[in-house]
């Protein structure tokens, strides 16, 4: 149990275009959701949580209108990188919390690591 | 200080050997402890899961959380070539969703 899918697991686009990244929790409910970005390397930086049916809480010097975040289930949280930059080539990785909390840990999505050419 | 600090090595050792991984925190409100691993290109994979302070062993594995020195640890008997990844520790507190997370141990196993 405790399954998260991350679509697409790569993806590749040209400066200036958009990029939208699902995740989804495939046998549980999540009220909150959590996106990362990770560099080479490095462990995970938490860019912003996502609450259902709620706006997202965005980290410090983390841009709001750059990274939209869409919470609109409790099984669906999609983030999409806007006018996509080469600076924003990273790897993406999205976290769910299931319904009643910490109980059961987080489970992470599979990643999303995007190329901007 | 960060938060949690985890030696990112990197730990090489000889199949079948005990791996030890281990990371400190300074918050004293953590109660939530978790084990992940990483593979290279993927997602963090939970390995084990401790509420507050005491062992559990799941297999391979045996997770220990000493809240009095605010010290965890990971084993990992009988290694395998398949456990080289990156294992990152990470915590929580009561009623806080967001995790803290150690920078991770890459463990290479030789065969």
């Known amino acids: 149990g405790a399954v998260v899918s991350q679509h697409p697991s790569w993806v590749i686009c040209k400066s200036g275009t958009s990029v939208k990244i699902e995740c989804r929790s495939l046998d549980f409910q999540a009220t909150t959701m959590f996106w990362y970005r990770q560099f080479p390397k490095q462990s995970l930086m938490l860019m912003a949580t996502s609450n259902e049916g709620s706006k997202a809480t965005y980290e410090q010097g983390v841009e709001k209108d750059k990274f939209l975040i869409n919470h609109a289930s409790l099984t669906l949280s999609t983030l999409t990188v806007t006018s996509a930059h080469p600076e924003d080539s990273s790897f993406y990785i999205c976290?769910?919390?299931?319904?009643?909390?910490?109980?059961?840990?987080?489970?992470f999505g599979s990643g999303t690591r995007l190329t901007v050419v | 200080q960060k938060e949690v600090e985890q030696d990112p090595g990197p730990l090489s050792v000889p199949e079948g050997a005990i791996v030890s991984l281990n990371c400190t925190y300074s918050n004293s409100a953590f109660q939530y402890f978790m084990w992940y691993r990483q593979y290279s290109r993927k997602g963090p994979e939970l390995l084990m899961y401790t509420y507050s302070s005491g062992n559990k062993e799941d297999g391979r594995f045996t997770a220990q959380v000493d809240k009095s020195s605010k010290y965890i640890s990971l084993f990992i008997r009988d290694s395998q070539p398949s456990d080289s990844a990156t294992y990152l520790c990470?915590?929580?507190?009561?009623?806080?969703?967001?995790?803290?997370f150690g920078k991770g141990n890459q463990v290479v196993v030789i065969p």
């Open positions: 976290s769910a919390v299931p319904v009643g909390g910490l109980g059961y840990g987080y489970t």
């Open positions: 990470a915590m929580s507190a009561q009623g806080n969703n967001r995790l803290a």
